[in-house]
């Protein structure tokens, strides 16, 4: 017999409706409604950046609903790629980016709800990481735009095989490679390290580093919180609970993965992924010979405490954060998205 609340869902959100699929406003409701209850930082980004930064736009609907939307093969999910300010760039055209021997490339992989232009400019003053590892270290740097709402591991694999495309046609002009990733992009990052060492990729070879900043190792309290939340609403017997919990439960593959810190397939695809309580997660070795530097924020100044293990950085509590102990650093009074452009953070 048909569930009343899943009735009660698909007639609210018209999944059964050709026509509503079809038209962009009604779609962008059904968004709407879906990142009100999901992980919300990417919303509350936009909102306090304004026009100027309207082109999170896309990438906070890609973090609600991306797994849907790659599904159904629609034209707003963003395909992964290398982008610059002009838009994505093809493997075969970067050539101007690389010039005759970029020498070191390191690759910037952005989190949850947001693109590659945090990199170049930053929330506030001051200069992007990217460019600044550029004008003092002399790495090339790439950066990394993807579709944060599918799984880890899918987004993982992706980024092995782009690496993989990058060192097969520009081999000859990259002697060293690093990943520097923020929030769910450290995970993605390292995610893609076990796929690129299991296919034996060329690329692995080349890796020297991988920075990870306030990535959730260990999973996020907030989407922890938010599983437990939905497992409750839905075992209440009465239909608004449950049509809560359900559409609560809507939000993306990527968001549910962040409450472990999941990196592979394997990890999702157990049945027994969506029980309460902790996962059983595959290890994931760190890659042999690369150089890990783990990076965590801390709002207040007592990042050794209770509060501190849990908040961290607003989002990413530090116990989080310092998942595979190598070269640690915790840097206290910053936020989530300092840990990107604060200059403290950078030197």
């Not at 270290?137 to 980024?159: F, K, M, Q």
């Not at 995970?187 to 080349?206: C, D, P, Q, T």
């Not at 209440?236 to 993306?252: F, K, N, W």
Request: net charge negative; aromatic share 6%.
């Amino acid at each position: 017999m048909a569930d009343p609340a899943d009735d009660a869902i698909e007639a609210l959100l018209g999944d059964g409706d050709p026509e509503a699929r079809r038209s962009f406003w009604r779609r962008f409701g059904e968004v709407v409604k879906r990142a009100a209850v999901a992980t919300g930082q990417g919303t509350a980004w936009l909102a306090r950046a304004g026009y100027d930064h309207r082109h999170y736009l896309p990438a906070v609907i890609n973090g609600a609903v991306g797994d849907t939307l790659a599904r159904r093969g629609d034209r707003l999910a963003i395909p992964m790629a290398f982008r610059d300010e002009r838009g994505d760039l093809a493997i075969e055209a970067l050539d101007a980016t690389l010039g005759a021997g970029a020498g070191h490339v390191a690759v910037f992989v952005h989190g949850l709800m947001a693109d590659d232009v945090y990199w170049r400019e930053p929330f506030g003053d001051g200069e992007g990481l990217g460019p600044r590892l550029a004008r003092e270290v002399g790495v090339t740097p790439l950066y990394l735009r993807y579709n944060s709402g599918r799984h880890i591991s899918e987004n993982g694999r992706a980024l092995a095989a782009l690496l993989a495309r990058l060192v097969e046609h520009h081999g000859d002009r990259i002697e060293r490679l690093s990943l520097v990733g923020h929030s769910m992009g450290g995970l993605v990052a390292r995610s893609a390290g076990h796929y690129g060492l299991e296919g034996g990729h060329a690329w692995v070879a080349r890796m020297r580093a991988m920075v990870l900043l306030g990535a959730p190792h260990d999973g996020s309290y907030l989407e922890q919180l938010g599983h437990v939340t939905t497992f409750v609403l839905d075992a209440i017997p009465t239909l608004s609970t449950r049509i809560i919990a359900r559409v609560a439960d809507g939000r993306s593959d990527g968001i549910k993965d962040l409450r472990d810190g999941v990196l592979v397939d394997e990890d999702w695809q157990d049945p027994g992924a969506a029980r309460l309580g902790r996962r059983a997660r595959r290890p994931v070795a760190l890659l042999p010979g690369v150089d890990y530097h783990v990076v965590a924020g801390a709002l207040g100044d007592d990042f050794d405490g209770l509060i501190a293990s849990y908040l961290g950085d607003g989002l990413v509590g530090t116990r989080s954060a310092l998942g595979p102990h190598v070269m640690c650093r915790v840097f206290p009074g910053k936020g989530h998205l300092a840990l990107v452009g604060d200059p403290e953070v950078q030197a």
